[in-house]
């Protein structure tokens, strides 16, 4: 059964780059579309985009122009880099598998933007 | 992008009970949704896929229904372990949009 399993800062400043990865265990990166879904505090979820090991991408287009998605297939993981952070990108940060029905999730990272 | 409400935001209901959630799509999306259960600090799960499938492992209790823009979550017995947020979610179109989510409670 496949796992996923997100690392990250847990604080950061406003006006950084946040940069999350996901390692993927228990099966292979390739042949999947793989996404980043975010939750603020006492809100719902929100898709940021997906990533295709071919290369192509996927963003919401309120997040777009800060966004940019990347993978490792030889480390069997894929990133997440977000610039210019502020306080309203504050949430739970979930790495999932598909680009659609996300069978498969990892447990989650916090990210907290604070000066 | 397509809007997705929920109702309701939340609602409270006994054990046994049959629990009825509805989602409205801002346009057609086919039976390109699904549903996911959200358990606090836990990562979201796939519970219902293509409106009315219901995933690999998932309880039969739970079921799904609908097309074009209305769309029906069902829980034919509340289970206490059924206590979580509920999410219709499109993906007709990118990007991907979720509905505002349903706390159900016991």
């Known amino acids: 059964q496949v796992q996923l399993q997100e690392s990250g800062p847990g604080l950061m400043k406003p006006s950084e780059t946040l940069s999350l990865s996901c390692t993927v265990s228990?099966?292979?990166?390739?042949?999947?579309?793989w996404s980043w879904i975010r939750q603020p505090a006492g809100k719902g979820l929100e898709w940021i985009g997906c990533?295709?090991?071919?290369?192509?991408?996927n963003y919401n287009p309120s997040l777009k122009s800060r966004v940019t998605m990347s993978v490792d297939t030889s480390k069997n993981d894929f990133s997440l880099k977000l610039r210019s952070v502020t306080a309203a990108d504050t949430a739970v940060y979930y790495c999932?598998?598909?680009?659609?029905?996300?069978?498969?999730w990892g447990q989650g990272t916090l990210v907290t933007v604070s000066s | 992008d397509i809007q997705m409400t929920q109702s309701p935001s939340s609602l409270s209901a006994s054990v046994g009970d049959r629990v009825t959630i509805t989602c409205q799509a801002s346009?057609?999306?086919?039976?390109?949704l699904s549903w996911y259960q959200h358990k606090p600090g836990k990562a979201p799960k796939l519970l219902i896929y293509?409106?009315?499938n219901l995933e690999t492992g998932v309880p039969s209790r739970f079921s799904g229904s609908g097309s074009g823009t209305d769309f029906t979550f069902t829980i034919s017995s509340l289970q206490p372990e059924d206590i979580a947020t509920y999410y219709c979610?499109?993906?007709?179109?990118?990007?991907?949009?979720f509905g505002g989510g349903t706390t159900v409670e016991i």
């Open positions: 999932a598998r598909g680009d659609w029905g996300w069978d498969s």
């Open positions: 228990g099966g292979s990166i390739n042949n999947h579309y």
């Open positions: 990533i295709h090991v071919s290369g192509i991408t």
């Open positions: 346009q057609d999306i086919t039976n390109y």
């Open positions: 293509d409106a009315s």
């Open positions: 979610q499109q993906y007709d179109n990118l990007p991907r949009t």
